[in-house]
């Protein structure tokens, strides 16, 4: 199978600082990923003055008197910073990814050369942003947090209908953290049967498990959010894993990678060598005489398996010998008159 695609998400876990940018990068890179992604907004142009913050993000921010769009501007990058980070990125040998959250951020990023375009489970609703993805983007992953059946379908309708993006979709849960009985990672499968699709996932659990067996189910994209530590302060750390984590979370999805195989049962190679030694032969149980018939009775299955299966066992019973065989002996065909 094609190799899965992993996708670190710094997110806003910088906290607005270009050297924990950095030190994130260098987690993602020491972990394996494929991408280290942030985001790239203007607070101003993504929220209102009067949008609140969501229950979790007061939660993890500890500030319930701060707006939205407070806690948002001092978690912005600039352009400089991008052209950083993406040089940083490439240092490391990671490739740099970013979720835009507004038009003009989507401009910024096409400038950048990305023609990977994610779209973000809160923007799945907002058809200009869609439409300005379907024509930009050679290859769009769309989050699906919050949504219905029907709100994927009218989005994949919009990007399929303005371009011919290949279209990955994330199965995901938008609460930071995601309980484990809100998971309902079965829909993922739904949605690749439904829409035709590659499906992956995007995950807020607290632990790697999910993410692992989404692997197992076909996904062929994993998202997931990291930090250089959950008790720092900001929106998304509470809910992110940590750099051992992350990096465990990229091993067992490596193996379980190599693990899928094909969808098709024969012996693999480092097995074959044991079929000798686990299975079993047919033996005389008795001593037995040349000519005389052998029955039913006159045989035990031993190992090894080397001999005649004891899926044969009817094809020599009532079978002349055309030899004197001790008890114990394992059978061969050459031992069998006819």
């Known amino acids: 199978m094609s190799k899965i695609l992993i996708i670190a998400e710094a997110g806003v876990n910088h906290n607005?600082?270009?050297?924990?940018?950095?030190?994130?990068?260098n987690s993602a890179a020491e972990a394996g990923v494929d991408y280290v992604k942030f985001q790239t907004f203007k607070a101003s142009k993504l929220v209102s003055q009067q949008a609140q913050k969501a229950d979790y993000q007061n939660e993890n921010t500890g500030n319930v008197k701060e707006s939205q769009l407070q806690m948002l501007e001092k978690l912005e990058l600039s352009r400089e910073d991008h052209y950083t980070l993406i040089e940083y990125c490439k240092s490391k040998g990671v490739a740099f990814f970013s979720t835009a959250f507004d038009l003009d951020s989507l401009d910024f990023l096409n400038e950048l050369g990305l023609g990977l375009f994610k779209v973000p489970s809160g923007e799945i609703t907002n058809l200009p942003y869609l439409e300005k993805i379907a024509v930009l983007a050679k290859e769009v992953i769309l989050s699906t947090g919050m949504c219905t059946m029907?709100?994927?379908?009218?989005?994949?309708?919009v990007l399929k209908g303005l371009s011919d993006a290949k279209i990955t979709v994330l199965h995901c849960n938008t609460q930071y953290p995601t309980p484990y009985e809100d998971v309902n990672l079965l829909a993922m499968n739904e949605i690749k049967r439904v829409f035709g699709v590659d499906v992956g996932y995007s995950d807020h659990t607290l632990g790697i498990e999910v993410p692992i067996a989404a692997v197992a189910l076909g996904a062929t994209v994993?998202?997931?959010?990291?930090?250089?530590?959950?008790?720092?302060p900001g929106p998304d750390h509470a809910a992110s894993l940590e750099p051992l984590e992350?990096?465990?979370?990229v091993n067992a999805i490596r193996n379980i990678e190599q693990a899928l195989g094909m969808e098709m049962k024969f012996p693999s190679a480092s097995e074959s060598k044991n079929i000798g030694v686990a299975r079993k032969s047919i033996h005389l149980k008795v001593e037995k005489n040349k000519g005389e018939k052998i029955k039913e009775e006159d045989l035990e299955m031993l190992r090894p398996g080397d001999g005649i299966s004891p899926m044969r066992m009817r094809e020599?019973?009532?079978?002349?010998?055309?030899?004197?065989?001790k008890k114990g002996t394992k059978l061969s065909f050459q031992d069998i008159e006819g």
């Open 16 to 25: 607005g600082d270009i050297e924990i940018a950095k030190r994130l990068i």
């Open 150 to 157: 029907e709100e994927i379908g009218e989005a994949i309708a």
């Open 222 to 232: 994993i998202e997931k959010h990291f930090t250089l530590d959950r008790t720092l």
């Open 246 to 249: 992350l990096r465990d979370m």
């Open 316 to 325: 020599i019973i009532g079978k002349t010998l055309n030899k004197d065989l």
